[in-house]
């Protein structure tokens, strides 16, 4: 199961993958991470789909990922009188508080937080943005917006404010309950939706007490204003560019993409980008021209990882989807022009440690040798973190002791994992780095002396202290 390329894949799961003989194929095709959207799944099916997950990861011999998505707050209109109103460029249109059914003239807002937010001249923006308006008069009970892009609207069809600082958290009752049935179930990463402020993700991390990672899905220009902060706190990053298409000018999307990219790196998070990756694999074999190049681009800019959302949860050729996906990274890696981008993107840490220094001369030490692997002993992954910050030539292979962990780096660019004691003094730790190395297939072909590099800390078993850099061959094993 040792992957050829460096980017990850993250697969959703959902009517098109219940089984676990597709969800197996979905694995050994590629899929490095599964993708639960609680948008679509009940707690019932939450735990059925990690069980599964489980028992694939042993029959595999591999660490897999699990990835919650949870819902966040949808914003939605009320409902019409008759079903639906057309709305005319330049009409006047009310938006208020009232449980009466809407016309042509008004609708109801059921979100009073909402109606005491908005303030003249905020864009409102309904159905994904096929109807826009914007806001003439503004009180705590009602707005009146007028008409930009007309369109008809219908029964609870979702709001977006992008202009508009909402006061509410991004997290909901359901979020909270969806959460604590996903911690409960060992989940290893947990995704919030429409953060907006920094303080959306400090609050997800106060309830996981590190039981999970928390990814923050960038989709709101509050977000944008704050990423800086926003990627502080997080443990990893979605460039979510579906919520994001419709809250910014679509055109501004691509740069967005590449600054989150960037930035995120330059701290050391991983970043996932996602939507519409392979969307026309939902009912096609084969993708467009322009889905290769979209998914190209992501494995240029070093993307951790690149997620199928559709096109494996409810697409037709859900294990079609991975495979190309693979193949289209796989080639980008091998590309001439991939590690010159991939190197032009390196930036140096803000406020290094001697951690960071370390893995910045493991990526020197094992470019210079051509070595085989860099093998990091780590508990917390956060060693592997900072090497895959590096984007080295060379793999990494993480080595943990706790199985959470090698789950964790799943998503991590280059990363291979492997859960095993931890080491019990150096000898140990170059013996087995090498025989792990010679297993995983990174060296000791028969008649060759490959070198690996190894990254550790001493003393052994001390979380946060790396601060040793071994070289060792490995070689054929002795009968």
Known sequence: MRRLRRVKIIATLGPASVDKAVVTGLAVAGADVFRINMSH?????LGNYVRMIREIEVELGRAIGVLVDLQGPKLRIGAFAEGSAHLRKGDSFVFDSDPT???????????????AALKVDDTILIDDGKVRLHVVEATPESSRAVVDVAGRLSNRKGVSLPETDIPITSMTSKDRADLEAALAEGVDWVAISFVQRPEDVVEVKKLTQGRALVMAKIEKPQAIARLEEVIEVSDALMVARGDLGVEVPLEKVPGLQKRINRSARRLGKPVVVATQ????????????????????????????????????AAGQYPREAVATMSRIAEEVETDTVYRTIINAQRADAPNPTPADAIAAAARDVAQTLGAKAIC?????????LRIARERPVSPVVALTPISDTARRLALVWGVHAVQTRDASDVEDMVQRACEHARIEGFGGAKGANDRIVIVAGMPFG???????????LVGEKKP
């Open 462 to 472: 001390s979380p946060g202290a790396t601060n040793m850099i071994r070289i060792a």
């Open 41 to 45: 799944t009940d707690h019932a099916g």
């Open 376 to 384: 990091a002993w780590t508990h917390s992954g956060a060693t592997a």
């Open 277 to 312: 990756m392979l969307e026309s694999m939902i009912l096609s074999p084969l993708p467009t021209r322009a889905e290769v190049s979209d998914v190209a681009t992501a494995v240029f800019e070093g993307a951790d990882a690149i997620m199928l959302s559709a096109e494996s």
């Open 101 to 115: 059914p809407g016309d042509a003239t008004r609708v109801r807002l059921p979100h009073p937080e909402i109606l």
